[in-house]
């Protein structure tokens, strides 16, 4: 919906709030300042509060993403880290535990499974799905078998595998080629393939960002939520959004620009450049709420 518009500077020159493009997004932003109790800021991790980087295994949180939100959480119900990635490696690629103003943190891990709680300190997960060892068993061999596979990588996710084709020669090209033969691969393991930015992630069903972050928002009682992402794999947490948007909570819906993805940029409020654009919101919104 297009770049994100800031309002006049503050009395040190820093940027103000920025303006949503949609009138639900300004009635989130809106519910959010005047309740900040009441609200909850729930944010992607890949793309969003951390770089897209190669190897997943170098991603790390920007260098001001934690100082943002111990600075904006406290004013807050809560602060949720949505990721595919397993919790606890969320909060060490993160930063996140021991950080003084992130005691309302919790990261809701491989789409709901896990969470961990700033408060404890401790991951609770539900039982693993039989199916990702299975394909993680077959994977290497599966690979070996398909020309397009030259240049992947496969990342170990416990409770799901994820297949890159980021460093292929052609990343593209291989993601093509390999989306369908993964389908099959993980339906005979009663899986399934979740697209996201030159990656392919086998994992179970019937679990998503969307019905973690909405259990989640009902769980702690959320009259508002500002929920930010950057890949599709927050397209149904967008629509969690929108649909309770429609049943009468207030809600902002927040693109960390890409290039590659548009379908969020196509349905967010407000637009912004990548993970420094979201600090620069998380920072802005801290100032404000002070």
């Not at 709030?17 to 992607?44: F, K, N, Q, W, Y």
């Not at 993680?136 to 397009?148: M, N, S, V």
């Not at 980021?166 to 390999?178: M, N, W």
């Not at 993964?182 to 179970?204: D, K, N, Q, T």
Request: overall charge negative; aromatic content about 4%.
């Amino acid at each position: 919906m297009g770049d994100p518009t800031y309002a006049q500077p503050d009395r040190a020159g820093r940027p103000g709030l920025p303006e949503p493009v949609t009138s639900a997004g300004r009635d989130g932003l809106a519910a959010l300042l005047a309740r900040p109790d009441r609200s909850v800021v729930a944010l992607d991790f890949d793309g969003t509060l951390a770089a897209i980087v190669p190897d997943p295994e170098q991603a790390r949180a920007h260098p001001d993403a934690v100082p943002a939100l111990a600075a904006l959480a406290p004013r807050l119900r809560s602060v949720a880290v949505v990721t595919g990635r397993p919790a606890g490696v969320a909060v060490r690629y993160g930063g996140f535990a021991g950080v003084p103003g992130l005691e309302h943190l919790v990261v809701l891990g491989h789409y709901g499974a896990e969470r961990w709680d700033a408060v404890t300190g401790t991951v609770q997960a539900a039982e693993p799905h039989p199916g990702v060892a299975a394909v993680r068993a077959e994977l290497p061999g599966f690979l070996d078998a398909i020309d397009a596979w030259r240049g992947t990588w496969i990342e170990e996710k416990g409770r799901a595998v994820a297949v890159h084709t980021r460093r292929a020669r052609d990343p593209q090209a291989a993601f093509d080629a390999l989306r369908a033969p993964l389908a099959e691969l993980a339906h005979r393991h009663g899986l399934i393939v979740e697209p996201g930015r030159m990656v392919l992630e086998l994992r179970p069903p019937g679990m998503d960002k969307g019905v973690a972050l909405a259990a989640y928002l009902r769980e702690v009682g959320a009259e508002s939520v500002l929920y930010a992402g950057d890949d599709l794999g927050d397209l149904p947490a967008f629509a969690a959004v929108e649909k309770l948007r429609s049943d009468g909570m207030a809600g902002l819906l927040v693109c960390s620009g890409s290039a590659e993805v548009t379908e969020l940029s196509d349905r967010a409020d407000l637009v912004v450049d990548g993970p420094g654009g979201v600090v620069a919101l998380l920072n802005a919104l801290a100032r404000h709420l002070a």
